[in-house]
């Protein structure tokens, strides 16, 4: 029997690992982490809190309702970190299974779950969960893939298991030797100029991408009560509502919580992909 062989640890970061029992549990225990998240909330003091106590006065001579907080959990956070965590392939599948089970098996949702959850405010947020999800999988898989083949042009440029990686990592191998030492660090600049922006500076531009999965995941959302709204499941004050309490309320602490989870991908990575 010949010796597994070993690969670089950029190139174990870079590619999903292959389909095998650890994956597959490691895919059960991200989907456990998933349902559990979503029912352990904290209470948070909320931007309506805020605005309301401006006119808490005005509210009580008109005896309406004042908010005192919200409680807020981590499911939708813990979903898209997950995915990119396991990658576009696995990802995919905890998205899959975690949609499919809510669905069609147990109410594992936050706020329920079972088939006529379609058709409430909620799960407009989680299908863009699954979408920003599994496209933020995908521009991690890239970043990662790119950066381990910069990494190996120079020192290894064939120790890779395609011939596709060969060519790519040899010719840019033979492009920085084949000059001169000025020449050199001339076209290193260039090519530290094709990275992605957020590759290059990671710590900033981390945070604007993960400000804008969130972003998008609240348009999506409030998408969906259009949605419902155009076929006459919710009225516009209800869709304001919800507008208000799904995503204005919740948009700083998923920003928040979602820089705090997308930073921890990489470290993730470091400790699972060995022992798959």
Known sequence: MPPKKKYPLSKKLAYPPRLSLNLLLMVGLALAVVIASGFTAIWVYTPSDWFFAQYAAIMQAAELPTIQGMPYTFQLVALIALTTLLGPYCGALLDLAFILTGLFILPIFARGGGIEYMMTPGFGYLLAASGVAWYSS???????????????????????????????????????????????????????????????????????????????????GIAYLLLLMLFNQLDFSAVLGYTLRLTLDTLPYDCLFMIAGLGLVRWGRLLIWPVL
């Not at 790119?146 to 020192?155: G, L, M, P, Q």
């Not at 710590?203 to 995941?217: A, E, K, R």
């Open 138 to 220: 995908v521009q991690f898989y890239k970043v990662f893939k790119r950066e381990h083949f910069y990494r190996n042009a120079v020192a290894s440029p064939l120790d890779h298991n395609t011939e596709k990686e060969k060519s790519q990592t040899s010719s840019i191998s033979q492009t920085i030797q084949g000059t001169s030492s000025h020449s050199k660090n001339s076209l290193m600049k260039k090519m530290k100029r094709k990275k992605p922006a957020w590759l290059c500076y990671p710590s900033v531009n981390l945070l604007t991408f993960s400000i804008s999965m969130v972003i998008l995941l609240h348009v999506a």
